[in-house]
């Protein structure tokens, strides 16, 4: 989840290093929830932790709400950073897109392979290939934030600009290979609202409560249709409208831009903490090695913190090699590896798509849990450390 930026007369270096400092902050936020989640789940208080969560309301769990409900949200602010970064943004030229996009790929392409190496001999877990493909962004800035200015600018905005398109790429994964029976019935419903949507975005209409109102039928249609619910964010993010003009790409009254800084507080400080307090708590009884190597959780763990680091700086060092693109400025070998290394914290994507892809097995997604924390702590004190003693690049010669 980001919103880097180029330093340009529009975008001042400023306004980048304020946002990297939010996000990271949001971050560190996501940290404490996530070990007060796991203190809770192994104390006295477990019990009422997990009963908690399984209480009804309404249709719903307590759980589900967090789940389907408040995700929604989040996947929402993602489809807006998306849809600036492509339209306006780090990502909106294809020069800019060649090095994040082919390090994000790598960065996919590695992890699933190995979870489905280290699976092939238990077919019905198979189907969690998807979970170490994530880069948990927030996770990794908090990381980064810690370390300090050890880290170039450059780095960090190559990691967020990585982390749009492996969103981008996790939301693919979601619709294409994780939805439920689908109801032609409410699908259809809910593509109406999104031609509606797409047709107000398409006159001018720029009254945000318009489309929120018909986003929340665009949730409860795709709900009801199998589709999974939080994909509703992303659609009706894409029509949005983002108002540009020339000498003035970033026009701060347009209605994304307005929308989005609206909800970024409340998704970094509060929904994914929640989110991340109300899924990884898992209780450590019972817990020995011979669980901790099952194939889910090994798999997992190996993808993330093996698979992310080999992906992402292998394609990012052939890419550079071959004059594809530039290295990021300022930026060493090892500081490239150690970032490399941070985009093995796949903590919340990769917890999120666990539950879809095990949705029926409290066994499995405890083990997911297991494999998410083991891969994404791995990587986090693994790169941490990396990049402490990393040495940065050289200064550039002077010219003679």
């Known amino acids: 989840m980001t919103r880097p930026s180029s330093a340009s007369p529009h975008r001042p270096i400023s306004a980048l290093r304020a946002f990297i400092a939010s996000e990271a902050s949001g971050g560190i936020v996501l ?17 009422i932790y997990f009963a908690v969560l399984k209480t009804y309301i ?43 996009g082919i390090a994000a790929a790598g960065g996919m392409v590695a992890p699933a392979v190995i979870y489905l190496a280290l699976n092939v001999g238990t077919p019905p877990t198979l189907r969690g290939w998807a979970i170490p493909t994530a880069t948990d962004i927030a996770f990794a800035l908090g990381v980064l ?53 797409a047709g107000l975005n398409r006159m001018g209409v720029e009254r945000l409560p318009v489309y929120l109102v018909l986003g929340a039928a665009l949730w409860f249609f795709l709900l009801k249709s199998g589709i999974h619910a939080t994909l509703a964010g992303v659609a009706l993010a894409l029509t949005i409208p983002l108002r540009t003009s020339p000498g003035r790409p970033d026009d701060p009254h347009s209605p994304l831009h307005i929308l989005e800084h ?17 899924n990884a708590g898992v ?8 669980a901790l190597v099952a194939p889910v959780p090994l798999g997992i763990a190996a993808g993330l913190f093996l698979g992310k680091q080999i992906g992402v700086f292998l394609t990012t060092w052939i890419a550079v090699k071959l004059d594809w693109a530039d290295c990021p400025e300022n930026a060493s070998w090892p500081q490239v590896y150690g970032v490399s290394l941070l985009c093995g914290i796949g903590f919340t994507m990769s917890l999120f798509i666990g539950l879809l892809a095990f949705p029926t097995s409290e066994l499995l997604q405890n083990e ?32 003679a």
């Open 58 to 100: 309404g249709p719903l769990s307590v759980l589900h709400w967090i789940n389907d409900g408040l995700m929604a949200l989040f996947f929402l602010l993602v489809g807006l950073e998306i849809k600036r970064e492509f339209v306006d943004g780090q990502l909106s030229t294809w020069p800019r897109r060649v090095l994040p």
């Open 262 to 278: 609206a909800l970024h507080p409340w998704v970094a400080y509060l929904i994914v903490p929640v989110f991340g307090f109300a």
């Open 283 to 290: 209780s450590l009884s019972g817990i020995n090695v011979a």
């Open 31 to 47: 940290m404490v929830a996530a070990a007060v989640a796991m203190v809770m789940a192994n104390s006295a208080a477990a019990p």
């Open 145 to 197: 934030a810690l370390i300090g200015s050890r880290v170039p600018v450059s780095l960090k905005i190559f990691l967020t600009a990585l982390a749009i398109i492996d969103d981008l790429g996790a939301i693919a994964i979601i619709a294409a290979f994780y939805t439920a029976d689908l109801s032609l019935a409410w699908f259809a419903a809910a593509l109406a609202v999104l031609v509606v949507l």
């Open 368 to 399: 997911v849990k297991i494999g998410v924390l083991m891969g994404s702590l791995l990587s986090a004190l693994v790169g941490t450390l990396v990049l402490l003693v990393a040495k940065p690049a050289p200064p550039p010669a002077k010219a």
